[in-house]
């Protein structure tokens, strides 16, 4: 599976974190920076991720920030993205089974190392449930993209 992945400075060590995790287990990884700690904007790398999963060049997306606030505001612009904000395993795994989330967001201030491996680890395992109601929401959530 290809995920695209981008940062701005204030999650630089965790993306880099959740990078080296995933590539270990056999993903794709697909960087949109950042790669430094010098400030910056980002829109400017969580957008560029977003359009790549909406586009079908990547198959998910993940994008941090401090809070991960700002990244999945930024990601959820972007027309065919449900990205959710993380900080909790459960959620992780209720957003795949019942909202079909193809990006999530975690806050590296939020959420320390290993629980969000943790949460990365559930959200990329865990699929979606196809149950009709929850079809039905996503398609009445998406609609509002019209």
Same mark, same amino acid.
């Given at each position: 599976?290809?995920?695209?992945?981008?940062?701005?400075?204030? !999650?630089?060590?965790?993306?880099? =974190? *959740?990078?080296?995790?995933?590539?270990? #287990? /056999?993903?794709?990884?697909?960087?949109? $920076?950042?790669?430094?700690?010098?400030?910056?904007?980002?829109?400017?790398? !969580?957008?560029?991720?977003?359009? =790549? *999963?909406?586009?079908?060049?990547?198959? #998910? /997306?993940?994008?941090?920030?401090?809070? $991960?606030?700002?990244?999945?505001?930024?990601?959820?612009?972007?027309?065919?993205?449900?990205?959710?904000?993380?900080?909790?395993?459960?959620?992780?795994?209720?957003?795949?089974?019942?909202?079909?989330?193809?990006?999530?967001?975690?806050?590296?201030?939020?959420?320390?190392?290993?629980?969000?491996?943790?949460?990365?680890?559930?959200?990329?395992?865990?699929?979606?449930?196809?149950?009709?109601?929850?079809?039905?929401?996503?398609?009445?959530?998406?609609?509002?993209?019209?």
């Amino acid at each position: 599976m290809k995920i695209a992945i981008a940062c701005d400075h204030g !999650a630089l060590a965790l993306k880099n =974190a *959740v990078i080296a995790h995933l590539t270990k #287990k /056999g993903y794709e990884m697909v960087n949109f $920076g950042t790669d430094t700690l010098d400030s910056c904007d980002y829109p400017d790398f !969580a957008a560029p991720a977003a359009q =790549a *999963v909406a586009e079908g060049k990547c198959e #998910k /997306g993940i994008v941090l920030c401090t809070t $991960g606030i700002g990244v999945s505001i930024t990601a959820n612009k972007v027309k065919g993205i449900r990205c959710a904000l993380l900080s909790d395993v459960m959620s992780a795994r209720m957003t795949r089974e019942h909202n079909d989330t193809n990006m999530m967001a975690i806050g590296a201030g939020v959420v320390g190392e290993m629980l969000a491996l943790e949460i990365v680890d559930t959200w990329l395992g865990t699929e979606f449930s196809h149950n009709e109601r929850h079809q039905r929401r996503i398609d009445k959530v998406m609609s509002l993209e019209k």
